[in-house]
Structures are given as structure tokens and as C-alpha cells.
């Protein structure tokens, strides 16, 4: 007898943690109560995710550019030197002219250098931010992997005989389908909500 009521009061404890513990917090979840943290989460990942967007864009935009480049569309007077005529009383003229194409020359391949080294950067700081994103995206897969994990080694098989030291859970799904398990009362809470 008093085994009966041990076990009437082990089902009622666990019916009322399966209550606390799964049933309120899937209706809060269905409300409008929103955890906090996830929320920040998601907003820093949706900010990375547009930074990243917009490096992508930039870096379209300097292909782009490279391209007009590549076909000489752009910048091409810029390229193509300039040849004056010497007379022969204009010989430091000259000189000075020269001096100051070989300057305009040099700023001008200066310019490209720099902005060669500034795609370069926008391109691995691109391919840094993609592998982030991946590796983001792998770490969350991992850890769902392993919440699973975890419930299947906690959900033990139900012991096959009945007796004084195990008690039955019954769960009547909205279809119609019974649930029927039998756990052992020295089972952790654990086992039964893993159930």
C-alpha cells in the first residue's frame, strides 16, 4: 500500500515538473514573450550578415572599376604621355616639362598602387568574414548535434517488467494516440522530461 502511494505521488510530482518544465514554456514560447538574449543574438547576427553585405557590394563595385581599367575605358588620358615639340630655345622648358610628366607618372602609378592594395584588403577581409559566416554556421550545427545527442543517451529504455519500483506515465496526444512509458522510481527528473 504504501508502495502505491509512493508511486501515485512520484507520477503526480513528475506530471506537474512535465508541466513546469514543458508545457508553460512552449505556450510562453508561442506568445509574445521573446528571450532577450536570443533577441540580441539574432540582431548581431543580422548586423555581421549586412556588414558583410555591404563589403561584398564594395568589392563588386572595385571589380567593377578593375574591369573599365583592364578594357582602358577609364583613366586612359591619364595613361597616354604627352609629347611636345623642343625648339631649341625652349630646352629647359622642356626639361621641366618632362620632369613634370615623369611626376605626373609617378603619382598616377602611386594612385593604382594604393588602390590595388586597397581591393586586395576589401577581398581578404571579404573572404575572412565568408569563413566566419561558415564557421558560425558549422559551431550551431555542432551544437544542435550535440543537444541531441545528449537526449538520446539520457532517454533510457523503459524497464520491460512492472512492479512496486516502477510507476507509468500515460500521455494522450491530440490525435488520439496513447503514450505509454514506465520508468523506474530511482529514474532522474531528467529521463522523464527527456522523454
Known amino acids: 500500500m504504501l508502495g502505491k502511494i509512493i508511486a501515485a505521488i512520484y507520477v503526480l510530482v513528475l506530471l506537474i515538473l512535465f508541466i513546469f518544465e514543458v508545457i508553460l514554456p512552449w505556450k510562453r514560447r508561442q506568445g509574445t514573450t521573446v528571450n532577450h538574449k536570443q533577441k540580441e543574438k539574432e540582431q548581431n547576427e543580422s548586423n555581421k550578415k549586412e556588414r558583410i553585405r555591404q563589403r561584398i557590394k564594395k568589392?563588386?563595385?572595385?571589380?567593377?572599376?578593375?574591369?573599365?581599367l583592364a578594357t582602358g575605358e577609364a583613366g586612359s588620358q591619364l595613361i597616354n604621355p604627352v609629347y611636345v615639340e623642343s625648339d631649341s630655345e625652349n630646352d629647359d622648358s622642356d626639361s621641366e616639362q618632362e620632369s613634370s610628366t615623369t611626376t605626373q607618372i609617378i603619382k598616377q602609378q602611386n594612385r593604382e598602387y594604393r588602390e590595388s592594395l586597397k581591393v586586395d584588403r576589401i577581398?581578404?577581409?571579404?573572404?575572412?568574414?565568408?569563413?566566419?559566416?561558415?564557421?558560425?554556421?558549422?559551431?550551431?550545427?555542432?551544437?544542435?548535434?550535440?543537444q541531441?545527442?545528449?537526449?538520446?543517451?539520457?532517454?533510457?529504455?523503459?524497464?520491460?517488467?512492472?512492479?512496486?519500483?516502477t510507476s507509468n506515465i500515460q500521455i494522450k496526444l491530440p490525435n488520439g494516440q496513447k503514450i505509454i512509458r514506465k520508468f523506474l522510481i530511482t529514474d532522474t527528473i531528467q529521463v522523464t522530461i527527456s522523454f
Not at 568589392?59 to 573599365?68: D, G, S, T, W
Not at 545528449?150 to 512492472?162: A, D, Q
Request: aromatic share 4%; proline share 4%.
Open 59 to 68: 568589392l563588386e563595385k572595385i571589380k567593377e572599376y578593375e574591369r573599365l
Open 148 to 165: 541531441l545527442k545528449l537526449k538520446f543517451k539520457n532517454m533510457e529504455t523503459s524497464p520491460k517488467v512492472g512492479g512496486p519500483l
Open 123 to 146: 577581398k581578404e577581409q571579404t573572404k575572412r568574414d565568408q569563413l566566419e559566416m561558415e564557421k558560425l554556421k558549422e559551431d550551431k550545427r555542432k551544437k544542435r548535434l550535440d
